[in-house]
């Protein structure tokens, strides 16, 4: 898997991942988000990308935290004089779902190699190729040095942004070849997936409310 993503060229894949993303922002359903959260998080996984499953769950309940201090909707139960909500709670794993799956697309279809025309397009290939370098090196992030390790952290990556085309030695080795037909099936598979969640229930409620 990550050599047919390595094999394409990242201005395919950052379409196929704004596309994904514009699908999975606008998704209305909270159990196909969660899906769509599933798939991207499986997608980074065969890409050889790390995942820590307590960041992930921290952020979600941080943001779901969050949501459950204004009280919306139905009480589930109470803990001492706090409501729990069921509209707070559903809006904020919502949002939370929201937050970590753009992350994931971000890191599964945004390349440091990502080059896009113009100066706006320089920007957000910059933007976008920093972020991507981040996600690499912040295991070198330590609490117990934090400034330390930080600043050894951004030296390494202006350094990888230095070196040409993006590429170090071992990587230039390993250069990808070229892009074959079977290596589109997962990306386009992706966005046609996403983009049938997202009309799924518009057209169920249209084949419901069907004149007869």
């Known amino acids: 898997m ?19 993303m514009i ?21 980074s996984l065969l890409l050889g990308k790390r995942f820590k499953l307590l960041p992930n769950l921290i952020m979600l309940l941080s943001v779901t935290l969050i949501y459950l201090i204004t009280p919306r909707g139905r009480i589930l139960f109470s803990l001492g004089g706090w409501a ?3 509209g707070s709670l559903f809006l904020g794993l919502y ?36 972020f991507e370098l981040i996600n690499e090196n912040k295991n070198l992030f330590s609490l117990r040095r934090p400034f330390v390790s ?8 202006s350094r990888q942004r230095e070196e040409p085309a993006g590429l170090s030695g071992a990587q230039k080795e390993e250069a990808p070849g070229r892009a074959r037909f079977g290596d589109y ?11 049938g969640l997202l009309a799924f229930p518009y ?6 409310n069907r004149p007869v």
Do not use: H
């Not at 600043?151 to 990556?157: F, G, Q, R, S």
């Open 95 to 130: 949002r939370g779902l929201l937050l970590v799956g753009l992350i994931y697309v971000s890191r599964c279809f945004i390349s440091p190699r990502l080059k896009l025309p113009g100066i706006i397009g320089s920007l957000l290939g910059d933007t976008f190729s920093c």
């Open 2 to 20: 990550k050599a047919m993503f390595k094999r394409l060229k990242p201005e395919f894949l950052f379409v196929c991942g704004l596309v994904i």
């Open 84 to 86: 729990i909500t069921q």
């Open 23 to 43: 699908c999975f922002i606008f998704q209305g359903n909270l159990i196909f988000r969660a899906f769509q959260v599933f798939l991207f998080v499986l997608l």
């Open 150 to 157: 930080l600043d050894e952290m951004m030296i390494k990556i």
């Open 203 to 208: 057209l169920w409620g249209w084949f419901q």
């Open 185 to 195: 099936l997962v990306p386009v598979f992706l966005l046609i997936l996403n983009g």
